[in-house]
């Protein structure tokens, strides 16, 4: 019995396109959503991780990551003073004002009433929350044209402390 060694097969040709073609769209479809996920040319300088019981007797979580520009970075000192801080209180803090000071505003594709669960009201009240409880030292790095400043935060996938507030 002997194999005919030849041109491949049409169907294989077809195939090994296919394969390459997937394959090429997977790795730029990873490349994106690691920019996405790892702002380039950021650190993170704070993380902050907080939980709270809910009225409805779960327990929520969520964690935030919080990153200045490489060319800004936040000093040390006060980097070092917020991953230091004792944060085990502040969830069930935010929760408490959340709760009792609910967002008067709020944006909605479709103009959803506030108590419906795809409202974007709690979001809102959690984030107006955030602000009374998560305060960084102020500070200025001095870019050569001026003193700057920049924080960007993000949480992390899995996070559901807004979810309490629905």
Excluded at 107 to 128: K, V, Y
Excluded at 131 to 138: A, I, K, N
Aim: hydrophobic share 35%.
């Amino acid at each position: 019995m002997s194999i005919e060694s030849g041109s491949p097969s049409p169907t294989r040709r077809r195939r090994a396109w296919w394969v390459v073609a997937i394959a090429a769209t997977a790795a730029v479809i990873t490349v994106a959503a690691l920019a996405l996920v790892h702002r380039p040319g950021f650190t993170t300088d704070v993380t902050i991780a907080l939980s709270y019981v809910g009225d409805d007797g779960r327990t929520y979580s969520c964690t935030y990551d919080y990153k200045t520009p490489n060319r800004l970075r936040m000093p040390a000192s006060i980097a070092e003073s917020m991953n230091s801080r004792d944060w085990s209180q502040t969830g069930q803090l935010i929760y408490d004002w959340a709760k009792s000071h609910p967002a008067e505003s709020w944006t909605t594709e479709d103009d959803l009433p506030a108590d419906d669960p795809r409202s974007t009201r709690a979001d809102a009240s959690w984030g107006l929350a955030m602000e009374q409880y998560v305060r960084f030292p102020p500070w200025t790095v001095d870019a050569g044209d001026g003193p700057e400043y920049e924080l960007w935060w993000e949480a992390r996938a899995g996070s559901d402390c807004e979810d309490g507030l629905r």
